[in-house]
């Protein structure tokens, strides 16, 4: 059984940070990818971020420069460094893991991937 566990979220104020984790019970962590997508009211599902195997990114085009992803295999642990937030990146956002080794352009698309988290709330005000 799969289970991905988010955590991190809260509210802060426009220009601050925050931190989310995601925790992989039931998985083979370290040879597959990873991503963080959001969702707020009313609005598709986006892509934040992803990360293959070895390391490699990948960046959605609101967040390049402020966010960043990162795993460490030994914790089975995903995370998502956010700064400089604003209002706009106010959502859910959710962890997921992809069943299959996918190339750096795929890794922010949710197509590809088949676990999915609860989510933790991400709330940014001005």
């Known amino acids: 059984q799969v289970q991905l566990v988010e955590s991190g979220g809260g509210s802060v104020q426009s220009g601050g940070s925050l931190r989310l984790s995601c925790a992989v019970f039931?998985?083979?962590?370290?040879?597959?990818?990873m991503a963080w997508f959001r969702q707020a009211p009313g609005k598709e599902r986006e892509g934040v971020a992803g990360?293959?195997?070895?390391?490699?990114?990948n960046y959605g085009d609101s967040v390049k420069g402020r966010f960043t992803i990162s795993r460490d295999n030994a914790k089975n642990t995903l995370y998502l460094q956010m700064t400089s937030l604003n209002p706009e990146d106010t959502a859910m956002y959710y962890c997921a893991a992809a069943a299959y080794i996918l190339s750096t352009a795929y890794l922010t698309r949710s197509v590809y991937y088949k676990y999915w988290g609860q989510g933790t709330q991400v709330t940014v005000s001005s």
């Open positions: 990360i293959n195997s070895v390391g490699r990114t």
């Open positions: 039931g998985y083979i962590y370290s040879d597959f990818c």
